[in-house]
């Protein structure tokens, strides 16, 4: 990719973005394409979402909360008597 001294996209939204995260970043326009591509192999080939359980939602949750509490926020009252049932139709 360095050999090319421009690059053609095709779209010019897209090659000014280029050009201006370069340019904000300090790096050629290739570089800057070399570093997409690699990031994007690299989500692709390793990265996994982590699968969480619902044991350790809650537990983020109420960690959330307690930590409100500590710095003063009091927990939020939610009503969802509304929503109950109509989730149930759509299984």
Not at 24 to 51: F, T, W
Request: net charge negative.
């Amino acid at each position: 990719m360095s050999d090319k001294k421009t690059i053609i996209i095709g779209d010019d939204m897209i090659e000014n973005r280029l050009k201006e995260k370069s340019i904000k970043l300090g790096i050629s326009v290739d570089e800057l394409i070399d570093r997409y591509i690699r990031r994007g192999l690299y989500s692709d080939d390793y990265y996994e979402s982590p699968q969480l359980t619902m044991e350790e939602l809650l537990e983020m949750s109420k960690k959330d909360v307690k930590k409100d509490m500590e710095n003063g926020i009091p927990p939020k009252k939610h009503n969802f008597n509304s929503f109950v049932g109509k989730f149930n139709r759509y299984d």
